[in-house]
């Protein structure tokens, strides 16, 4: 017997289920094999998207196996053989209002999350620092407007050029610094065709177009490298042009500035530098834990 209550439970269960599964396989920054769902969120916004995907999600499984449920039921009750003389009914006027009212509710429910993401996206809190993106064929320029128009230009490590971990076709010679927990404003224009910028972890992407500026913004609130891609198909080199913004502590990303001031390729010394103390605490911390000790 067709029981729509168990039905409907059981496929709200599956459906959080691969939702709960999918950021478990999603990577942070970058994609990873057998990436299911969206890439980590580290930016409030993206939290919010996140969530709202989820629960999309949810009412989507739901409808469509509700319609699925209804088509086999359909042709199995209403076959040929056992119905030979179809009914000539036509019009029914509860489940005419039924079925115009119920997906109107649906789509007011799914409405006020989603304008509440818009809103949250395009209404920024006061910015801590603005840093200006300029996509050109085939790379892209980070500008910091406030610090002697400092600028990052990014090109793609070609594949003798990788080091260990770095992904290729997203690894870039010069990465772009920002600090943590910091509200960045991002101005976006283009030189020469329409690009987009976009970083997937941040839940950022908009259009890069020439003679505009564009604006998004973002506080991610993980230290890390995070790699995106041009998005808007700009010619053939389209898929070679990544961007990477490294997200680090307040303190380095100051140190960081001042040296770029003088030259963005010794300023990378900073990051190295900053990069080997994490390691050595970490170390020291590993070092110090119960079952190091106990080891010895
Ligand atoms: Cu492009």
């Known amino acids: ?3 729509p ?9 599956a459906a959080a289920t691969i939702a709960a599964a999918a950021p478990a396989l999603a990577g942070y920054g970058q994609p990873s094999p057998w990436q299911l769902g969206l890439q980590e969120a580290v930016t409030p916004v993206f939290h919010q998207a996140h969530a709202f995907h989820n629960f999309v999600l949810i009412i989507i499984t739901v409808i469509t196996l509700f319609v699925l449920a209804l088509l086999v039921y359909c042709v199995v009750r209403f076959r040929e053989d056992k119905n030979p003389v179809p009914s000539k009914t036509t019009h029914h006027t509860l489940l005419e209002v039924a079925w115009t009212v119920i997906p109107v509710l649906i789509l007011v429910v799914i ?3 989603s304008f509440r993401l818009l809103y949250a996206q395009y209404s920024p809190p006061p910015a801590d620092l603005t840093i200006k993106v300029v996509g ?3 790379n892209w320029d980070v500008v910091y407007p406030d610090a002697n128009a400092v600028t990052v230009t990014q090109m793609m490590l070609q594949k003798d050029e990788i080091e260990d971990g770095q992904p290729y076709t997203l690894a870039v010679d010069n990465v772009a610094v920002v600090p943590v927990n910091k509200v960045v404003k991002v101005d976006v224009t283009a030189e020469d065709v329409i690009h987009a910028f976009t970083i997937p972890s941040f839940g950022v992407k908009v259009d890069a177009i020439p003679g505009r500026l564009n604006q998004t913004w973002f506080k991610a609130e993980r230290e890390g490298v995070y790699y995106g891609q041009c998005s808007e198909l700009c010619g053939f080199a389209h898929a070679f042009m990544p961007i990477a913004i490294q997200v680090v502590s ?22 190295k530098q900053a990069a080997a103390e994490k390691a050595k605490d970490s170390a020291k911390v590993l070092d110090a834990s119960p079952a190091s000790v106990a080891s010895r």
Do not use: I, S
Request: aromatic share 10%; hydrophobic share 45%.
């Open 1 to 3: 017997m067709f029981r």
């Open 111 to 113: 409405a006020v999350p």
């Open 250 to 271: 307040e303190e380095t990303y100051k140190k960081w500035l001042e040296a770029a001031k003088g030259d963005v390729e010794k300023a990378k010394d900073v990051l």
């Open 5 to 13: 209550g168990r039905l409907t439970l059981m496929t709200a269960a």
């Open 136 to 138: 050109r064929q085939w």
